[in-house]
């Protein structure tokens, strides 16, 4: 009996390591797009090249991690003269700054069960606080990962100029994701 006790007492003294669950992208599957307007005309793009390292366990926050870098030059909006504007020295000026930089901080749970993760993005030079707004569905070993924001493009120097003011100051994005377990 003092043996049974001892081992459960030992048991309970080793702390429990939770952490996030690894997830890996499946690039056919996955989409990352934008939308904007130029002189009150909608159009939308997508950036057809991203990698993405995915750590989310909806029960251990504290252990979820996201890392996306994208491809600037991969900028696809089905208009060749617009993805060159994107492309040059006005917008990414991908020559210089070939790729964009998400990184997640933290993440948090509202009280109606929707979850945002905190994080840094950086495109250009500039890095800036972004939130995101996350759907996340798992079924065993396979799951999607959605997420939304809205962007400043003048906080990370995209068309500063008053040459750009027809062009939508706020861009939403959206990001789904299909996940595999690694």
């Not at 952490?19 to 159009?43: E, H, I, M, N």
């Not at 990698?51 to 991969?74: C, N, P, R, W």
């Not at 909006?77 to 617009?82: D, I, K, N």
Request: a negative charge; one cysteine or more.
């Amino acid at each position: 009996m003092l043996r049974i006790l001892l081992l459960c007492a030992g048991a309970l003294a080793v702390p429990a390591t939770a952490s996030a669950r690894d997830w890996q992208v499946d690039p056919a599957a996955s989409t990352l797009g934008f939308k904007g307007s130029y002189q009150g005309d909608p159009f939308a793009g997508r950036f057809k090249s991203f990698t993405a390292q995915i750590a989310y366990d909806e029960a251990d926050l504290g252990s979820a991690h996201f890392d996306v870098k994208v491809d600037l030059s991969s900028a696809d909006t089905a208009s060749s003269e617009r993805d060159d504007t994107l492309k040059g020295s006005d917008f990414f000026a991908v020559a210089k700054f070939p790729q964009a930089h998400f990184v997640t901080d933290s993440f948090a749970r509202a009280a109606d069960g929707t979850v945002t993760a905190q994080g840094r993005l950086t495109i250009r030079d500039q890095t800036r606080p972004v939130t995101l707004k996350l759907r996340f569905a798992a079924d065993g070993a396979q799951a999607t990962l959605d997420v939304d924001t809205v962007l400043k493009r003048a906080d990370f120097g995209l068309g500063a100029g008053s040459d750009w003011n027809d062009i939508s100051a706020d861009i939403p994005v959206h990001g789904h994701l299909k996940l595999g377990a690694r």
